[in-house]
Structures are given as structure tokens and as C-alpha cells.
């Protein structure tokens, strides 16, 4: 059962939701869990992304993200 807040929207996401949301296969995102500041939760064998640290993460990556022509 997936967690909403107020306003309906997802709380977190599971690994395989994240991964499908970024278009990633699970082993990739499983790399990207562990990279340094990517905000992921180990709670247990689980692994929970908070939705709103999910989108500022990749606001974040994408203006740090230089783009050569």
C-alpha cells in the first residue's frame, strides 16, 4: 500500500518504483542508492526515497549537469 500525503501524492518510493520512475533497470538504481547524496533510507532490507528528496536530487544533478555541444 503505497503512503500519500494530503494532497494525494506519494510519500516515498520503493527501489522498483524508483528505478521505473527514472527509466533505470533495479541493479542500476541499487548503484545509485549508494552513491554519496542521493537520499535514500536502508530501513531494514528495504530501501524507501522520500518523493520530494527524489525530485530536489534531480534538480540538483541536472543543474550541476554540464551539457557540451
Known amino acids: 500500500m503505497q503512503k500519500k500525503d494530503n494532497t494525494g501524492e506519494q510519500l516515498v ?4 518504483e ?6 533505470f533497470s533495479k ?13 535514500a533510507l536502508r530501513v531494514g ?5 522520500p518523493a520530494q528528496s ?5 534538480v540538483n544533478a541536472a543543474s550541476a549537469q554540464k551539457v557540451f555541444e
Do not use: Q
Not at 541493479?27 to 537520499?39: A, C, L, R, S
Open 13 to 16: 518510493y520503493s527501489l522498483a
Open 27 to 39: 541493479p542500476t538504481m541499487v548503484k545509485i542508492v549508494h552513491m554519496d547524496g542521493f537520499p
Open 54 to 58: 527524489l525530485n530536489a536530487w534531480l
Open 45 to 49: 532490507k528495504r530501501w524507501l526515497i
Open 18 to 23: 524508483a528505478a521505473d520512475i527514472l527509466g
